[in-house]
């Protein structure tokens, strides 16, 4: 957590703050959902309240909060009232692992009598050498809060849901899995900044004796695993539970799967945690192929910024923020690409039956994935028995 009670708070405030903009982003998405929707569909969307129909966002809210809460009748009272918080919080948890920007450093300072720092703050809730495990795993137990809310809303539809969600998650973890390990092999860590790191730079690797150098390309894991990016895109819309593969809401059959019991407050959780999990797969996506915070200018590197704004006169401090702004920009751009593609994707494709999504993730993306991971060791193995 920290070397002292500075630090420990610094970083306390950092879980929330990361909390508060996956929050905060939610209503933003949603908006940017309508009016993306009636912009494919040729229509207006919400126009009336504010400007644009932002403040649509804050009437929703309003309207959330104040609407009666209840329990039915045959639920099981505890599991019903705790999945909306289960299914939140794995997202949000997950989120806070993943590295954002680069670090913030603070030089020495004197306060209150004391010597504070030097301070590294890492731009990230938390730090964990084997991050992707911890996130994966953090992951899937959203797929507690999803059975909960099935058995605990004592509805057959809700439990419907959930079994459906339930084995539709299982199914598309296991291609999600394999797809990365790709790039794992390559990269050689599990260390989220040491992958990102290894992208900082121009296309290169060894072919047999030679290096080659590509200057104009990045050294992004999509330049390496494009059937690896693709397997764990479509495996995030599964585990997102969006279209086409929102099976467990299927409004004709199971009138609104897991949920169907809640409203108000306990609703919007799940709305939260829907987009949370949205954000979790487009930051891990972004890590792993497309150079994390990385720009795609392969030679404006951190070290490039720190030289250049160091040159201005700026202090270590000021310099590392604007590296770390910069940065924390060029993320920021790559999210909203993809949570922009999860939009259009949702009003472009039809649902699939369950039974094509089943045998999508095991007959197909699964044998994919598989086969991507043993071409990548067979041939790094050649590469280097030839070196």
Known sequence: MGGDVLEITINCIKLVLIFLMMVQAVPILVWVERRGSAFIQNRFGPNRVGPLGLMQLLADAVKFLNKEDFIPEKGVKFLYLAAPVVALIPGAVALSAIP??????IDTFQAFGQTWGPYKILFQGYEIGVGIVFVLGISSLATYGILMAGWGSGNKYSLLGALRASAQMVSYELAMGLSIV???????????????????????FQFFQNTVTVPWLPNWGIFYQPIGAFIFFVSAFAESNRLPFDLAEGEAELVAGFHVEYGGFKMLLFFIGEYGHMMVGS??????????????ISFMTPEYFQNLFTGLGYSTAMTSLFTALIFFASFSVKLILLLWIFVWVRWTLPRFRYDQLMDLGWKTMLPWALVNTIVTALVMQLVRMSI
């Open 182 to 204: 790709g790039v794992l092999l390559l990269q050689g860590s599990f260390n989220f900044q040491e992958i990102i790191n290894n992208q900082l730079m121009e296309l290169n």
């Open 283 to 296: 930051a891990v996506f972004i890590t792993f192929f497309l150079g994390g915070y990385a720009l795609p």
């Open 100 to 105: 954002l920007s680069t670090p913030l450093l």
